[in-house]
């Protein structure tokens, strides 16, 4: 990685993230900092891509031999139909987070899923293995939430959705991604009103952007979960969530997903220059970010 712009030559490769917005984008900050730290000639560039030109962007970027690159809201699902070729979790998931090149070719692949499950496993020391899950939220990123869980041997999920319709839709991915796991969609009230199946729960993931901006789940009991239940929440601005908050307050081991941001990242950075980034840096880089932030 370039230390310095004078450093920059006809060698340097360039990846890059593509989306709109993309100026409040983290990925720029780890991914150059991991570049750097491995002392190799890359640079990571952020492109605002607007959604109509994004067929163009991509032969743009094949055009002008970007090494790889990011892909972010609101192009993951569109890049789906325009590269050569997918990973298997990408097309399961159906959206794409990072693009790789073979030759000539594009080939997407998803690494939400692998950064949501290292997330949850090495971050937050839980083991879904015959685990009992509750997903909130029925949406992309709960998609790779399940595709993970599924793949890593739950044995029950639960999705609480405002709309049912895309919960049921979701619920069908299971099959798909292997898993034997069995499943059922409800509301969101509906799951906050029952006790007994709120503690039911080892995992609690929230994949909505309930959270945002400090909102609040109306009428989530977290004190129903049962001892040594887990909460993953997606959101990482701010920091704590109202559910978070009520995690500490509760004494349940929880965390946010700055983790999962930073594990996407890092699995990325595998696809692309082929070796581990330094371990922890990109979290670090991002944490720093965030703090800056508030
Ligand atoms: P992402 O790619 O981040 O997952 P998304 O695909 O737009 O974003 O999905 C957003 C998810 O958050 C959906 O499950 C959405 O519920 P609906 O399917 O009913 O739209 C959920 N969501 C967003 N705002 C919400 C709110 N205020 N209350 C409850 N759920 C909400």
């Known amino acids: 990685m370039i230390q310095s712009i004078s450093e920059l030559t006809g060698k340097t490769k360039v990846l890059g993230i593509i989306g709109d917005p993309i100026s409040h984008s983290l990925s720029p900050l780890m991914q150059n900092a991991a570049l750097r730290a491995l002392g190799l000639d890359y640079i990571y560039v952020p492109f605002r891509v607007r959604p109509e030109e994004l067929s ?117 991915l299971l099959k798909h991604a292997g898993s034997r796991a069995s499943g059922s969609h409800t509301s969101l009230a509906a799951v906050c009103a029952d006790r007994a199946l709120l503690g039911s729960f080892d995992l609690v993931v929230n994949t909505t952007s309930v959270g945002m901006g400090g909102t609040a789940f109306a009428n989530f009991d977290v ?51 082929g070796c581990d980034p330094p371990p922890g840096l990109m979290l670090e880089r991002v944490l720093s970010a965030l703090a800056a932030l508030s």
């Open 56 to 172: 163009t962007a991509l032969l743009g970027l094949q055009s002008l031999n970007v090494a790889g690159f990011n892909v972010t809201i609101p192009h993951k699902t569109a890049v789906v139909g325009l590269v050569d070729g997918l990973s298997r979790e990408a097309e399961l998931i159906g959206a794409v987070n990072t693009v790789t090149r073979e030759g000539a070719h594009l080939i997407g692949h998803n690494t939400d899923a692998i950064g949501f499950l290292s997330a949850i496993t090495e971050g937050m020391g839980f083991d879904p293995a015959g685990a009992s899950v509750l997903l909130l939220g029925a949406g992309g990123a709960a998609r790779a939430a399940l595709v993970a869980l599924a793949q890593a041997g739950i044995e029950n999920i639960t999705i609480a959705n405002r709309t049912q319709s895309t919960a049921e839709n979701l619920l069908s």
């Open 223 to 273: 004190t129903w979960l049962k001892p040594g239940a887990r909460i993953y929440d997606m959101v990482y601005v701010p920091s704590e969530t109202p559910l978070l908050q009520a995690a500490r307050a509760a004494g349940i081991k929880a965390m946010n997903g700055a983790s999962m941001l930073a594990a996407q990242g890092e699995s990325a950075f595998r696809l692309w220059i």
